[in-house]
């Protein structure tokens, strides 16, 4: 009898625990906006994008496999062609032309994430605060990490002897259903 129960017991785990991973959602991004903010001795400036994608599994109050990109080359300034073209530069865009950031997982509410940002072709893992919120199956990610371009060995962009400043403002707003 003893045996009999330890078996129907582990039947009841394994299906418990299968039934778990079946019910976990796969997400997609609907839209994606990010932004990066900078200074420069002369201006401030911002390059943003609307380009990119976004993939992770729901699993209840639980974001895992998160997996965030967007083309290098797609981040616009405001600053126009000139600007750009430097970032793009300093971004080695065109030899690591996707920026990513991935992370095990993530809750619903507000927390704060650790993941890997991969830009310039340099890889760095890095805490994020994000807010996390589900409206009708409906979520929406936001998030701003403080970065230093130096760290993913990137040279500051410059142009006739005035670089920017090293210190950026990543600033992401998904949303994925």
């Not at 940002?117 to 805490?127: E, H, L, P, R, T």
């Not at 009708?136 to 760290?151: E, F, P, Q, R």
């Amino acid at each position: 009898m003893k045996n009999y129960m330890f078996k129907l017991a582990l039947v009841f785990v394994v299906m418990c625990t299968g039934l778990t991973n079946l019910s976990a959602q796969s997400v997609t991004g609907k839209s994606v906006k990010i932004t990066v903010e900078g200074t420069s001795p002369m201006h401030n400036w911002t390059m943003s994008s609307s380009s990119g994608t976004f993939g992770a599994e729901v699993n209840g109050n639980v974001i895992n496999k998160v997996k965030f990109t967007t083309p290098a080359q797609s981040l616009k300034s405001t600053k126009g062609k000139m600007m750009d073209g430097k970032a793009h530069e300093a971004l080695k865009a065109k030899t690591a032309p996707t920026i990513s950031f991935t992370a095990a997982s993530m809750k619903l509410g507000k927390s704060i994430i650790t993941g890997t940002m991969q830009i310039a072709g340099k890889s760095k893992n890095i805490v994020v605060p994000v807010t996390v919120s589900n409206a009708n199956g409906i979520y929406t990610i936001v998030g701003s990490a403080n970065l230093k371009m130096s760290d993913f060995g990137m040279q500051t962009p410059g142009f006739m002897g005035v670089r920017t400043g090293d210190a950026v403002t990543v600033k992401v707003h998904i949303t994925a259903n």
